[in-house]
């Protein structure tokens, strides 16, 4: 059992103006939510999602822009700006979104700690949670009817992960569907150090 608040504070004490923290896992393992608790106990620290740049025709395939837009300028403590892919229009929206340096910045979503910049976060998390809950969380979201998309889109991710390995390359892997007992809101379960576990 951890707490988000002492996380937030072994990250505020690495090294680094920037310290970028990296929340991967599969779709509906919890991700986001594991992010926003986070973030919060951070101070509101800014959150970017990659579903922002991922879209229909580029499931994981989008890292560059995120690359480019976000890790690159952040990484020099700079401002990070960027155009959300719009899921409904189908393309990137008009509008900018703009990320300030903060002491911390949390990537969340699925390719968050890929190996292009896994170097330039100083904590690399995995959600690991089974994949008959993804999809019932994923359905129960969206809908029935996005069945065949939620089976597109776990292929995907089953590339990405086979290709990538972040669940290996994790420094803290926490349980997307625990079984323990605690306050979700303020603890999270870590099952097991990853490879190179923040002390």
């Known amino acids: ?22 929340i991967d896992g599969c779709g509906g393992a919890g991700k986001t939510t594991f992010a ?15 579903d922002d740049f991922a879209s229909w025709e580029e499931p ?4 560059p822009r995120l690359l480019a837009d ?13 155009r959300p892919y719009d899921w409904v229009e189908r393309r990137r929206a008009h509008n900018v979104v703009t990320v300030a340096p ?10 968050a700690a890929r190996s292009a910049w896994r170097d330039r976060l100083v904590a690399r998390v995995w959600l ?31 590339r990405y992960v086979s290709d990538e390995r972040p669940d290996l390359h994790a420094d803290i892997r926490v349980s997307g569907e625990p079984s323990t007992r605690h306050d979700p809101e303020q603890e999270f379960v870590q099952i097991g150090p990853g490879v190179n576990e923040l002390r």
Do not use: K, N, Y
Request: no cysteine; aromatic share 8%; proline share 4%.
């Open 1 to 22: 059992m951890r707490r988000f608040d002492e996380l937030a504070h072994e990250l505020l004490m690495t090294p680094g103006v920037v310290r970028l923290v990296g």
């Open 128 to 158: 690991a949670t089974s994949r008959a809950e993804r999809l019932r969380r994923g359905l129960e979201r969206d809908g029935e009817h996005m069945l065949d998309f939620w089976r597109w889109w776990m292929a995907a991710e089953d």
């Open 102 to 111: 903060a002491p911390i910045v949390v990537i969340e979503g699925v390719g």
């Open 36 to 50: 926003a608790r986070l973030a919060q106990a951070a101070g509101d620290a800014p959150v970017v999602h990659t």
């Open 60 to 63: 994981t395939q989008w890292w």
């Open 70 to 82: 976000v890790i690159d300028p952040l990484s020099r403590g700079e401002a990070a700006t960027f």
